[in-house]
């Protein structure tokens, strides 16, 4: 895996993604968006990779925003493409992966870095992070899933403040507010996302898979979501994973799940 914009490692079944333009406090350009878009295809098609954590490079950002000089030269209908683009090639991708995504929020977190950071499952913020969506100082509102976002994690209330004022949050506010799990140092950040996917990584990924298909479909206005739920149930009892996890529970040993 070689890209221009992201650095990559992997490492006990962990890719780490740095998204690596800090001259540009690692904001979002066309290069970026597709780039994202093929490391996570690398993520769903490669058995290699369990887990992943997002973040950006350097102290001050994690994705300070959208490379605002790309948006001059747009109209209405290319504007309305150049977002329906970007949610499908990353954030909605980055949401519906079956494998966990983490973000490090290691920064600033700013427009299409802070929905960036929401469409990922969970988020693990330093003491230094700061999260907004300053699109109306613009003249524009979030274009990534930001405003459905948002209100799902913080509350209608509180994500009409954020998105009409403007104002950024520190991150314990974002803790109190639900937008982010967890804050600790900037040391501790990235260890800290891997200590909780080590965790994660020892679960049936089957499972895990289905937890994630079946929180999202609360928000799905096509899906009925104590339906997935039901359904996702039911194939997990098709699994050797589930053979495997009520054995390893009745004969009191640790289970050894393999994925199938």
Excluded at 69 to 80: R, T
Excluded at 89 to 101: A, G, R, S, T, W
Aim: proline content about 3%; some cysteine; aromatic content about 6%.
């Amino acid at each position: 895996m070689s890209y221009t914009t992201l650095l990559t490692e992997l490492s006990d079944r962990i890719l780490t993604i740095t998204i690596n333009r800090p001259e540009k406090l690692n904001a979002l350009n066309k290069q970026v968006i597709e780039e994202l878009s093929s490391i996570m295809d690398e993520v769903y098609q490669n058995p290699e990779i369990g887990a992943v954590i997002i973040t950006g490079s350097g102290p001050k950002s994690f994705v300070a925003g959208a490379d605002i000089a790309e948006f001059m030269q747009l109209n209405a209908s290319q504007g309305s493409e150049l977002a329906a683009k970007g949610q499908s090639m990353v954030f909605d991708k980055i949401e519906n992966c079956p494998k966990p995504v983490f973000a490090a929020v290691n920064g600033f977190a700013l427009g299409g870095g802070c929905e960036l950071a929401m469409s990922c499952h969970v988020r693990y913020a330093s003491e230094t992070a700061k999260f907004g969506q300053p699109e109306v100082n613009l003249g524009l509102i979030p274009g990534y899933g930001g405003t459905q976002r948002l209100t799902q994690l913080v509350g209608k209330g509180r994500a009409m403040e954020l998105l009409m004022s403007a104002q950024m949050i520190g991150a314990q506010e974002a803790l109190q507010y639900g937008l982010v799990n967890k804050v600790v140092t900037p040391e501790e950040l990235i260890a800290a996302c891997r200590a909780t996917l080590q965790v994660v990584l020892t679960k049936a990924p089957l499972a895990v898979a289905a937890c994630i298909k079946s929180a999202n479909a609360v928000w799905n206005e096509q899906q009925n979501g104590y339906q997935v739920e039901i359904e996702e149930f039911g194939k997990c009892f098709e699994t050797k994973d589930m053979q495997e996890g009520v054995t390893a529970f009745l004969e009191k040993r640790k289970a050894v799940f393999t994925g199938q």
